[in-house]
Antibody, heavy 116, light 111 residues
């Protein structure tokens, strides 16, 4: 059974940092492109970042470019999102998702709340 | 920049009736390999999204056959033939190649 379990969310103040993790199981993690997507409670889905199988060629939404870094550890089947210089508008549920012909499987998400 | 527009944003349907959701892109979504990575997702409140359709018209495993996707180029449609109570929630289309863009979402309710 495919599973993606996110963790690392929490409440922080503007300007602070957080690192999200997503542990994968039930499939060969090292063969899958992976994404982070976020959703402000009650709002729509917004793509954040994508990384290829070997960790190369990360791409980001303009809203997080230069502040967020996506990475992965294939030996640990884990995807990461390092979030620096957090802003109030980064408050959202963050989902990791596997990419097989598009985002085919999603985790349950972890809530990040940025507030002063 | 590519813009993806869904319509309608809200849909109220009687059980058993059909429903259609439109997704239009400002640019062709045909990828360099000839495939079109347009997907449809369903999200119930408090849950993560579940993909229903990939590459325009392919149903994901376990998705009931009352869900169908169609379209090409810049115009796509998700059709639900015979809405059931469990179909309530919000539906999103998504361009599955960079730039990855979601439609605004269509909230489906039962009358």
């Amino acid at each position: 059974e495919v599973q993606l379990v996110e963790s690392g969310g929490g409440e922080v103040q503007p300007g602070e940092s957080l690192r999200l993790s997503c542990v994968a199981s039930g499939f060969t993690f090292s063969r899958a492109w992976m994404h982070w997507v976020r959703q402000t409670p009650g709002k729509g889905l917004v793509w954040v970042a994508r990384i290829l199988t070997d960790g190369s060629s990360p791409i980001y939404a303009d809203s997080v470019k230069g502040r967020f870094t996506i990475s992965r550890d294939n030996a640990k089947s884990t995807l990461y999102l390092q979030m620096n210089s957090l802003r109030v508008e980064d408050t959202a549920i963050y989902f990791c998702a596997r990419d097989v012909d598009g985002l085919d499987f999603w985790g349950r998400g972890t809530l990040v709340s940025v507030s002063s | 920049d590519v813009v993806v527009t869904q319509s309608p944003l809200s849909l109220v349907v009687t059980l058993g009736q059909s429903a259609s959701i439109s997704c239009r892109s400002s640019q062709s979504l045909v990828f360099s390999n000839g495939d079109t990575y347009l997907g449809w997702f369903h999200q119930r409140p408090g849950q993560s999204p579940r993909r229903l359709i990939y590459k325009v018209s392919n149903r994901d495993s376990g998705v009931p056959d009352r869900f169908s996707g169609s379209g090409a180029g810049t115009a796509f449609t998700l059709k639900i033939s015979g809405v059931e109570a469990e179909d309530v929630g919000t539906y999103y289309c998504m361009q599955g190649t960079a730039p990855f863009i979601f439609g605004q979402g269509t909230k489906l309710e039962i009358k």
